[in-house]
């Protein structure tokens, strides 16, 4: 049986948000997100202010980064698999799935 765990957080901050939990915590885990709406841009036409388009830059960025390089506290990289090669000239696998 899981443990269930609600995240709470402004809008464009939530899919970014429950997929870092996700990773971190395991399988063990069922995340669910609560999000609510930031109030300094409307968010069905953010690309009308400077703070909305900041704001879906600024998350775009931190998602891609974060399913490319987030590394669990026990120190495994929980991403896409991409082959390393090593010293001897093998391909290892250098990140791992949750």
Known sequence: ??????????????????????????????????SCENEEYDPERWWESSAGLKTVIDETIAWLYSQFFFLTPQGTYVTRSFPKTVSDGTNQEAVRYA
């Open 1 to 34: 049986m899981a443990i269930t765990l609600n995240l709470y957080t402004v809008g464009a901050h939530a899919r970014r948000s429950w997929s870092l939990y996700r990773k971190a915590l395991g399988p063990r885990f069922e995340v669910g997100v609560i």
